[in-house]
């Protein structure tokens, strides 16, 4: 007897009032790599919150409570999971903004999901059934990172193990895949390919899409001036949305700085960005 088939995805993921489709509006994911103060988090958050209220682009704020894969065990991690989840919860309820946080080991999905509202699972641990399948039956959103190391249309079996956990609304986000030493390259023609196959919503990262994994020495280093080139490139070709880490001083930032976007720079690239998606999408 042939095996039942894992039921599909969601082609449109609601994430509170933001609305991911591949035919849709573009929609954001944004916010600095790693979570550094409830003050910092709540400015960053209500910042954003008033960009995307004035171009009228859904907003979903991100930041990461442990940045699990430095690249040298000095760097820092990050305030925790103890002290994020209540500044996750404040920032869901003081401004209404949902939030996304990634997800490192399968104990820490159900504590995550009462706090905040997509579950992500980051691109080294895309294949880590177990994980996936815990993030999965919180119920959350799952927006899960394509690794470096796999071709698009391989994640059409990580998506399967998501939706054979019983959790339809997932996300599937592109950030470059491994060319050579300390390199990413985006092939464009991948997005299509992971809308074809997973039949998720595709979320294309141009901020990790321009790293230097490792690029110095015992940290990563990036090329931020090429952001807006993918980004223009992804959303000209057709996605759900984009997924860019911002921060008021990159250069001081604890980690991925130079791979972010100055909060100073955002709107004018999203304005651009929504100008690429209408035509896209006529």
Same mark, same amino acid.
């Given at each position: 007897?042939?095996?039942?088939?894992?039921?599909?995805?969601?082609?449109?993921?609601?994430?509170?009032?933001?609305?991911?489709?591949?035919?849709?509006?573009?929609?954001? =994911?944004?916010?600095?790599?790693?979570?550094?103060?409830?003050?910092?988090?709540?400015?960053?958050?209500?910042?954003?919150?008033?960009?995307?209220?004035?171009?009228?682009?859904?907003?979903?704020? %991100?930041?990461?409570?442990?940045?699990?894969?430095?690249?040298?065990? +000095?760097?820092?991690?990050? !305030?925790?999971?103890?002290?994020?989840?209540?500044?996750?919860?404040?920032?869901?309820?003081?401004?209404?903004?949902?939030?996304?946080?990634?997800?490192?080991?399968?104990?820490?999905?159900?504590?995550?999901?009462?706090?905040?509202?997509?579950?992500?699972?980051?691109?080294?641990?895309?294949?880590?059934?177990?994980?996936?399948?815990?993030?999965?039956?919180?119920?959350?959103?799952?927006?899960?990172?394509?690794?470096?190391?796999?071709?698009?249309?391989?994640?059409?079996?990580?998506?399967? %193990? =998501?939706?054979?956990?019983?959790? +339809?609304?997932?996300?599937?986000?592109?950030?470059?895949?491994?060319?050579?030493?300390?390199?990413?390259?985006?092939?464009? +023609?991948?997005?299509? =390919?992971?809308?074809?196959?997973?039949?998720?919503?595709? =979320?294309?990262?141009?901020?990790?899409?321009?790293?230097?994994?490792?690029?110095?020495?015992?940290?990563?280093?990036?090329?931020?001036?090429?952001?807006?080139?993918?980004?223009?490139?992804?959303?000209?070709?057709?996605?759900?949305?984009?997924? !860019?880490?911002?921060?008021?001083?990159?250069?001081?930032?604890?980690?991925?700085?130079?791979?972010?976007?100055?909060?100073?720079?955002?709107?004018?690239?999203? +304005?651009?960005?929504?100008?690429?998606?209408?035509?896209? %999408?006529?």
């Amino acid at each position: 007897m042939n095996k039942a088939a894992d039921p599909v995805a969601n082609p449109t993921v609601a994430v509170g009032t933001v609305r991911f489709g591949n035919a849709l509006p573009l929609a954001l =994911i944004a916010g600095p790599c790693a979570l550094e103060s409830r003050a910092h988090a709540l400015e960053m958050a209500s910042a954003l919150k008033q960009i995307a209220a004035r171009l009228g682009v859904g907003l979903v704020y %991100k930041t990461s409570f442990d940045k699990a894969n430095r690249t040298s065990a +000095r760097s820092a991690r990050g !305030i925790g999971l103890d002290a994020a989840l209540p500044i996750f919860a404040d920032i869901r309820e003081s401004l209404g903004v949902p939030v996304l946080t990634d997800v490192h080991d399968v104990a820490q999905c159900a504590a995550v999901a009462q706090a905040v509202d997509v579950l992500q699972i980051p691109a080294f641990l895309c294949r880590q059934t177990d994980l996936l399948a815990a993030a999965a039956k919180t119920g959350r959103v799952v927006n899960v990172k394509k690794g470096q190391f796999l071709a698009p249309w391989d994640m059409a079996n990580v998506v399967a %193990k =998501i939706t054979g956990a019983g959790n +339809r609304n997932v996300l599937v986000t592109e950030r470059g895949a491994s060319f050579g030493y300390n390199t990413l390259v985006s092939d464009m +023609r991948a997005l299509p =390919i992971l809308a074809r196959t997973t039949g998720a919503p595709v =979320i294309f990262d141009a901020t990790h899409s321009v790293q230097q994994p490792g690029g110095q020495g015992t940290s990563s280093g990036g090329e931020r001036e090429f952001v807006p080139v993918l980004a223009r490139a992804a959303v000209a070709v057709g996605v759900a949305g984009v997924f !860019i880490e911002t921060h008021q001083d990159p250069d001081k930032a604890p980690s991925d700085g130079p791979n972010m976007v100055p909060l100073k720079d955002m709107e004018g690239l999203l +304005r651009r960005l929504m100008e690429f998606d209408r035509l896209a %999408k006529q």
